[in-house]
DNA sequence: CCTTTCGAACATTAGTAATGTTCGTTACGG
DNA sequence: CCGTAACGAACATTACTAATGTTCGAAAGG
């Protein structure tokens, strides 16, 4: 069992649960002790859970968004079929604005590959980008990091979107239904997601299906500003059937 | 002997000498030859030399900045220190601006342990202040990264200068005399250290001996911009004194 | 056309990270 | 104030990964 596997297995248990003693966790993982008290101290340091005598107890008593440690292990398959419809759908010589989020991040992994301009607006995808020089141009925007994942935000990100045209902007969500439009966890990235859209000429989400027909509370617009979504089969077909009405294009992979 | 020791031999007999077979190589430093041919690829990826068959040739004949992955290994200990010294001149609380250059990268490893606002101007000290989460708080400028050290640079750099005013500037630099002011080797990061310097209330200069006296060809602005410079012993007196002259506090550690 | 160099593939080694164990210290409950 | 359980530091051990060396067929140069 890898090192994160474990982790997931302790999150989910506490998750579902609302705690569980070190031994409890010792006992599900088939590690020792130690090694569970060292598990919590890192996943408390990623604010995934609260660390207690003799165990841990979950965070998430509102529905917030769970932690980028977390989402980025789930689903990948799904991310990354969805990630590769979106690199199919760009063209080579575009320029493009790559928004935060695991499933840009998925996105951020085939561009690096393809020649083309790139302004990411997390952290992740600008070391991603940074690392590993390929053809592609990386330009970084400004702005402050938010949370694990570095989700830049603030004046300087939107005086960034402000300054500069993409041809095309590939935006992740938190929620997305053709009655709510488009929504976000946080105001502050709903903002830099509103601005990220009005400097792009077309607009791709991607998103998997767990997010449609879901709401978040940060309202970014309407449905009807989004040309494709991309997304996998887990989507609800009336949903679909909905946002296709108010005249976006899906894609299921 | 470590990987790192061998890439410095390697690139140190390269420039000496202006090339070198693998076989001289691999006798240099008792790797084998296939060892020696990956380290060239390696060394010429970074940009330190070029690969010939059979060998290998410096790419240093005009007087060009040696590149990244080399300096980031010279005179570790003096660096340590200036930025020790440069720390120490910073106050809990401050807004800082960083330079990018390998001396500020030692500023910015001190930094992240203090409680203070940082704008690093190269994308390696971001990456470090993103990756270790501490008391400070992380500004990042917009920009296009130049080369491996990710010096942030262009009108997006200029522009995040322009919205932003610091209590203090920590600049690096190429060159540095009381005759021809601060200069460095790109004219994109001389722009980007201009509007560094005009906003800044208090310039800090971190620069090894090594520097001073030395002019590089652009040009950023005279020497009474600067408040304090802080250097190592390696430093030749007449220009510290000519410096001081000039009106710049010098601190030799 | 021959020689030398190159680099892919595998074997081997060195180095590092993860895990487990022990034991003295610390915090909570009575 | 004491006893018990939990904690975490220190070390031993294991597992994993990265670095290096070897071999050999392919490719480049003269």
Redesign the pocket.
Known sequence: ???AD?HGLIAKAVRDSGGA???EL?EL?????????????TLAAQGVLE??????RTLLLRGEEPPFALRAHEAVDAKRRIAAEISALVADGESILLDSGTTCLEVARLLRERPVTVMPLSLQAVHLFAETPGPATLVVPGGQPRAAEGALTGPLTLASLAALRFDTAVIGCCGLSAADGLTAYDLDDAAVKKAAIASARRILVATDGGKLGRTAYAYVGPSSLLHTLVTDATAPADEIAALEGAGTLVKTV
């Open positions: 069992m890898s090192n474990r003693t070190v031994q010792a993982t088939g590690a020792s002790e130690m090694t569970i008290r060292r598990d919590l101290d660390r207690v005598r003799g165990g841990a």
